[in-house]
Structure formats: C-alpha cells, structure tokens
C-alpha cells in the first residue's frame, strides 16, 4: 500500500503489512462483526505475489468468525480479483475455493482491479480489463497491494525486460535460477522471476539446487540442477480447518505427505499450519532444514 498508515483505519485492513499490520487488520475485522452487518471486500492484485493464498484464507477465515457471531446472513462479503476467471493459479485449487465460496454465499467479482479507496467516505474503486471504473461502498477491505523486487532489483538493470516479470522481478532461468543474461549471477526466493515459488518452502527447495549450480558454473560444467517449480500453500478452509495445497510447474500437484490428501480439508493440516510452521521457518533462516 502507499499509505500504510491507513492500515486499522476506517475499515481497512491488509495483512501483508506486517506483524503490526495483521494485529490492527484482526482488530478491524472484530469491530466489522460487532456492526452485526456490513459489506466486506477481499482484493487481489494483478501481479504476482508473496503467498498467493493468503488473500483467500484471509476471506474464508473472516467468514468463520462472522459465522461464529451468529450473524452470517447480515453481512455480504465479496472477492474482487483482476483476472478474467480465476482466484487462484493452480485450477483445482482455484474450483474448490469458487465452489466453497458460493455455497458460503461469497459474491466473486471477476475484473475487478482495486485502484483507489476513499478512506473517509469509506468507498473503493475497481478498474476492469477495459478500464471502466467500478465505485464499492464498504464497511471493511482487506487490501493486497501490487508487489515486486525491492528496488535495487527492480532499477538495477536484472529485471525481465519483457513479458508477465517485465522490470518488476529478476531475469532467472525457472529451472536452474540462473541469471538469463548475466551467468555470473543467480537468483533464489521472492525476488525472482519464474511462474511460482514465492514460499518459504520454495526456497527451501531452491537451496540446495543455487548451491549445486553455482559450484558447477565456477568449474565450467554444466548445470544439471533444476527447481521444479515446487510450492507448498497451507490454506486455511476455515478456523480448524485447511488444505495442504502443495504444486510445482504446469500445475502438478506434489504432495509430500502420503495420509494427506492434497485435495482435501483436514484438522491435522491446520494444525501444522498453526504449531509447526513459525518454527520451520525459524530453522530454516538459521540453515537447519
């Protein structure tokens, strides 16, 4: 977001901001329920971005507390997502949610690409792929801003100078994460430039295939190392409840787990995704998995 201070303000709220940010986002959402009726509006932006399920179960999690309240039936809760017909990438994944969401009542918007909100009068606008603008009256928005490289990526000359990463991530090979232009340079985690991977459980996986490239690029052999394109996605159905989405190119699911079935919501994965995955990221930053 530009103004990040508006974040725990008149309705708005976006988790991407932050520990800070998801505490007033949660806060936010407590004073929407406690309205005991309202709009709330879930965006998607047109880029891609870090942990692409987060703004869904950020929809299917606010939908259980207000069932929790009693007061479902008072609120409408609509997703808007730029893309023509889709919320998720992956198209089973991406069923599964629109069908979950109809039963449940949520209206999806398709073309529909936040541009602006008037935060005082608490009113959004939405731009489709023919460039009409749409005004939404909300009550509460969670906000997914555009994203890309930092900076000193994205203006360094590294970037993709064409297609759907142009200037905005780092030119890499998908499978072997090497510099397309530049061999002496690699690239690994949310900064690159390929058609998934931005999990920490993609980097994970990255890894060990940059290490075995680099070495074999400094010896002059030839890289025989590849990502395939591995990411895993937790997404929460509802509170106590969630699908362990996990996927690689072309849209393969790769379950790691055999008595998981990766189509399916289940307790024991919300559970992993609540007790286990801070401390599997801690040791990862500390190089221990």
């Not at 959402?29 to 309202?38: L, N, W």
Request: proline letters at 6%.
């Amino acid at each position: 977001m530009k103004n990040e201070s508006l974040i725990g303000q008149q309705g708005i709220g976006s988790v991407y901001a932050g520990p800070q940010g998801a505490l007033k986002t949660s806060e936010q959402i407590d004073a929407f329920i406690a309205k005991g009726s309202g709009k709330g509006l879930f965006t998607l932006p047109t880029t891609f971005l870090k942990c692409a399920g987060a703004p869904l179960k950020m929809t299917f999690t606010t939908l259980s507390r207000l069932k929790n309240s009693g007061k479902r039936d008072a609120f409408d809760l609509q997703f808007m997502t730029p893309f023509a017909n889709r919320v998720f990438t992956v198209p089973v994944y991406n069923d599964f949610v629109v069908n979950r969401w109809a039963e449940q009542g949520v209206t999806v918007n398709y073309q529909r690409e936040l541009t602006a909100i008037d935060a005082a009068a608490k009113q959004a606008y939405f731009t489709d792929l023919n460039g009409s603008v749409f005004k939404e009256d909300y009550d509460f928005i969670h906000v997914v801003p555009p994203m890309s490289a930092p900076d000193a990526v994205r203006h360094s000359g590294l970037t993709w100078q064409e297609g759907p990463f142009a200037h905005d991530w780092l030119e890499v090979d998908q499978y072997t994460l090497q510099h397309r232009r530049y061999p002496n340079i690699f690239g690994i985690g949310d900064v690159a430039g390929i058609p998934l991977g931005k999990t920490a459980a993609s980097v994970k996986l990255q890894a060990p295939v940059l290490e075995s490239n680099i070495l074999s690029y400094l010896t002059g052999s030839e890289l025989t190392a590849k990502f395939n394109g591995y990411t895993s996605c937790p997404l929460i159905t509802a509170i106590g409840k969630a699908v362990l989405a996990e996927f690689g190119y072309g849209n393969v699911l790769m379950p790691s787990f055999g008595f998981i079935d990766p189509t399916e919501e289940s307790w024991a994965v919300w559970v992993m995704e609540e007790k286990m995955l801070q401390p599997a990221y801690n040791a990862m930053l500390l190089g221990k998995v």
